[in-house]
């Protein structure tokens, strides 16, 4: 008997499920895995998995120029992470350079330098 890991994209997980269907002992378990790009046929990390980085990343990207704490908070909801660190990340990239931070109360909002 052997234990299997792989990976594949979102849109063939049905046909990979299906194709095991009948074959293997147990349930299979399915993980979505964030922050991962295959490059030549190995499954690598975008980023080095520090939360206020791949929000920096993913602001850099998308060529964002400005960001508010709602937007932050919906990336970390989507992204599967707390939505309560969302003042830290934001903190933390103001600190290291990434944002500036204009407005205040809810007129927050933090500008790409």
Known sequence: MFK???????RRLADVLH???????????VEPVANAQVTNG???????GNTPQ??????????????TPK???????NNGRSIQS?????????DHGVLRKTGRGTGTRYTVK
């Not at 190995?42 to 080095?48: L, N, P």
């Not at 791949?54 to 960001?67: A, C, S, V, Y």
């Not at 937007?71 to 909801?77: I, N, S």
Request: hydrophobic residues 40%; positive net charge.
């Open 86 to 94: 969302g003042s830290y990340v934001l903190k933390y990239l103001v």
């Open 54 to 67: 791949q929000l920096g990343d993913f602001i850099r990207k998308n060529k964002m120029t400005e960001i």
């Open 71 to 77: 937007q932050a908070k919906d990336w970390l909801k």
């Open 19 to 29: 194709a095991l269907t009948g074959i293997i002992h147990a349930n299979p378990t």
């Open 42 to 48: 190995k499954v690598t990390a975008v980023s080095s």
């Open 4 to 10: 299997i890991t792989a990976y594949c994209d979102d």
